[in-house]
């Protein structure tokens, strides 16, 4: 949970003219520099990396209700 709240202002956004936000989430090089900035073992970081992703779709789904 920590890693993911790091990665709030990392979010993909896009503002269409005339248009609501389109989130399109978290770019996979800001988790792995994230990763390795928490000091997060080279070993655990593919894992913890799936974890966040599956956290990403469960907010994007939530963005979008």
């Known amino acids: ?9 990392c ?5 269409p003219p005339m248009g609501d936000l389109c989130y399109f989430g978290l770019p996979s090089t800001e988790i792995e520099s994230t990763l390795r900035l928490l000091g997060f073992p080279r070993r ?6 799936r974890y966040l992703k599956d ?7 939530v963005f979008y209700e």
Do not use: P
């Open 1 to 9: 949970v920590e890693a993911f709240l790091h990665l709030s202002s």
């Open 44 to 49: 655990k970081r593919a894992q913890v990396f």
């Open 11 to 15: 979010w993909t956004v896009v503002v």
């Open 55 to 61: 956290m990403e779709r469960a907010a994007l789904s």
